[in-house]
């Protein structure tokens, strides 16, 4: 198969169109849930939740959002990640709806 | 677009330190190095454009090495220059728990932020690994994209 110049196949091309569609689609329909999963986050400092075959957990550490992503097989790929955490009340609510739908849209790689 | 497509090119490659040295010169039949990540330039997707009407920024990388590693584990930041120091903006790690065949990628298609506007911004990626290769645990240092030009992408 065909490898783009940016390193990912034809097919993979298509699993990122439909996987950062996908971020754009929840962050728009999930935005209520994801404010109500953010104040928890913000107040409690963790929140999980099962995403399909993923248990994902969020957590406030210091000045950063980080999430951890992990299958129910040890041999599988697990993902995780991080985000800083702006100033405002405000942009902590919107990083984190980008960061949930991010996580629930799937991975790519 | 065009000229953000082609600003994807492959940028960074990295050579394993010491002990894969070591490999490597026991080995002098492989003109290639032994083990190596890749990094590409930021750059925005032109489909999820098209498909969504949104735009954001990405950077991809890969490790892939000629020996069997495992554990191997790549990470992925997205950088924005400024003045006085660039800012962190998003990190992304892919765990691969098992065994990788020699010249297997362990990709990070992951790292990506939508546009909050269209200020122009340069956007560099950074990638960093670490496998258990040979018996030992094996770090390769940070390989950062070959350029880092301006797109109309601001957060």
Known sequence: MAVNRNFLTTDQEVRESDVIAECNRLMRDERSRYESQAAILLEKGS???????????????????????NPPSAMENSYSGEAPIPDSDDEKIEQLIELFAHTEAGFIS | ???????????????????FLGIQIANPASP??????????????????????????????????????????????????????????????????????????????DTYVFCKNNKPTSWYGVAYSKAFIGGKWQFARHVLSEKSVPIKCGT
């Open chain 2, 32 to 109: 290639k190095l032994p083990c190596r990540i890749e990094v590409s330039n930021a750059h925005i997707s032109k489909d999820v454009w098209i498909k969504t009407g949104k735009r954001a920024v990405k950077v991809d990388a890969f490790s892939t090495c000629h020996l069997p590693q495992s554990k191997v584990t790549l990470t992925v930041e997205l950088w924005k220059a400024g003045l006085p120091l660039d800012h962190f903006v998003f990190k992304t790690i892919t765990r691969s728990p098992g065994v990788t065949s020699p010249r297997v990628r362990v990709e990070n298609f």
């Open chain 1, 47 to 69: 929140f999980s939740r099962q995403n399909g075959n993923y248990l994902i957990r969020y957590k406030v550490m210091d000045n950063r959002f980080a999430w951890q992503a």
């Open chain 2, 1 to 19: 677009m065009q000229t953000l497509k082609i600003s994807t090119i492959v940028s960074g490659i990295f050579l394993f330190t010491t002990t």
